[in-house]
């Protein structure tokens, strides 16, 4: 019984585990990279816009901004009015979360679709400690959940709910569409305000030029980081011999005797990776590459934990 269910948590997730994850939040702290404190909020945006949310509307004062003018209520009320602005205190956080069919595998530790889930859980609660919202696009080849930004616990909830839900954890997609995660950028450039901080985690399968560009748009105006998640099997075939490999219904045999092949499967790995690493290094991207052997908690510790 005990095996089944370390078996279970390594390849699936449920609502209970990924709440558990909320006693963690405090450890961590996600900072833009050139916050500095502002007098009326937690932040202060470096990126473009104002940095504002409209708060009310008033008479017209001598002095006021007329780009300011509430044209609406002076419409209805005959009399000039300006629209007034506070600061944001909160910063909008969104999670780009990848079910599609290649995270649904693992030869070590969890199914990449796990530790994608448990990474975008724990930076879920961990911002909802900040009093920052919460937003995101949860996708697979068939289906995608675009969530529009909401505070606090209710917010997380909502977003762990729909990741559990996902039809991909019952039956992960058996084509191959190559344009899904182009699609999926796509979507999260319509619903980020510039100024937000997007976390996309992802094996980048098919990564090609269109969805390249997506990237390096949503990075112009929004704080981008990477987790590029991978197993082992991935990076480099096992030595020469036959092996068995099963997703639990089929079964297939693998042979690794051939060398030109073990290289070409290894360059292919490799040229994956570089292309992440110039992607992040020529639009100041952060890139965190992970495994599936890896502790998800010790991963963001490692980049973001809250020092004394």
Same mark, same amino acid.
């Given at each position: 019984?005990q095996?089944?269910?370390?078996y279970?948590?390594?390849v @699936?997730?449920? $609502? !209970?585990? +990924?709440?558990? =994850?909320?006693k963690? %939040?405090?450890?961590?702290?996600?900072?833009?990279?050139?916050?500095?404190?502002?007098?009326s909020?937690?932040?202060?945006?470096p990126?473009k816009?104002?940095?504002?949310?409209?708060?009310?509307?008033?008479?017209?004062?001598?002095?006021?901004?007329?780009?300011?003018?509430d044209?609406?209520?002076?419409?209805?009320?005959?009399?000039?009015h300006?629209?007034?602005f506070?600061e944001e205190?909160?910063?909008?956080?969104?999670?780009?979360?990848?079910?599609?069919?290649s995270m649904f595998?693992?030869?070590?530790?969890m199914?990449? @679709?796990?530790? $994608? !889930?448990? +990474?975008?859980? =724990?930076?879920?609660? %961990?911002?909802?400690?900040?009093?920052d919202?919460?937003?995101g696009?949860?996708?697979?080849?068939?289906l995608?959940?675009?969530?529009?930004?909401h505070?606090?616990?209710?917010?997380?909830?909502r977003?762990?709910?729909?990741?559990?839900?996902h039809?991909a954890w019952?039956?992960?997609?058996s084509?191959?569409?190559?344009?899904?995660?182009?699609?999926?950028?796509?979507?999260?450039r319509?619903?980020?305000?510039?100024?937000?901080m997007?976390?996309?985690?992802?094996?980048f399968?098919?990564?090609?030029?269109k969805?390249?560009?997506?990237l390096?748009?949503?990075?112009?105006?929004?704080?981008?980081?990477?987790?590029?998640?991978s197993?082992?099997?991935?990076?480099?075939?096992?030595?020469?011999?036959?092996?068995?490999?099963?997703?639990?219904?089929?079964e297939i045999?693998?042979?690794t005797y051939?060398k030109?092949?073990?290289e070409?499967?290894?360059?292919k790995?490799?040229?994956?990776?570089?292309?992440?690493?110039?992607?992040?290094?020529?639009n100041n991207?952060?890139?965190i590459?992970?495994?599936?052997?890896?502790?998800?908690?010790?991963?963001?510790?490692?980049?973001f934990l809250?020092?004394?």
């Open positions: 019984m095996q089944n269910s370390k279970n948590e390594a @699936s997730i449920s $609502a !209970s585990s +990924l709440v558990h =994850l909320k963690y %939040s405090s450890l961590l702290a996600f900072k833009l990279g050139h916050i500095m404190a502002s007098k909020g937690d932040y202060q945006s990126f816009g104002r940095g504002m949310e409209f708060d009310e509307s008033r008479l017209y004062q001598p002095g006021d901004d007329i780009r300011n003018i044209w609406r209520v002076t419409a209805r009320t005959g009399k000039t300006t629209k007034l506070r205190r909160e910063r909008p956080i969104y999670l780009w979360v990848d079910l599609r069919a595998f693992a030869t070590r530790g199914f990449k @679709s796990v530790m $994608a !889930s448990k +990474l975008a859980s =724990l930076v879920a609660w %961990s911002a909802e400690h900040h009093g919202r919460i937003g696009v949860i996708f697979s080849e068939t995608h959940y675009e969530l529009r930004p505070r606090g616990k209710t917010g997380v909830l977003f762990i709910k729909k990741l559990v839900d039809p019952q039956d992960p997609y084509g191959d569409d190559k344009m899904a995660i182009s699609k999926a950028l796509i979507r999260m319509r619903i980020a305000r510039p100024g937000s997007i976390f996309l985690m992802s094996d399968r098919y990564l090609n030029e969805s390249e560009k997506q390096i748009r949503l990075s112009k105006h929004n704080d981008i980081t990477l987790f590029y998640i197993d082992p099997f991935e990076q480099a075939l096992p030595p020469a011999g036959q092996y068995r490999v099963s997703d639990g219904e089929k045999a693998i042979e051939n030109d092949k073990i070409r499967y290894r360059n790995y490799i040229e994956h990776s570089e292309r992440l690493v110039r992607i992040s290094k020529m991207v952060n890139l590459s992970c495994a599936t052997y890896d502790d998800p908690l010790e991963v963001l510790k490692s980049h809250v020092r004394s």
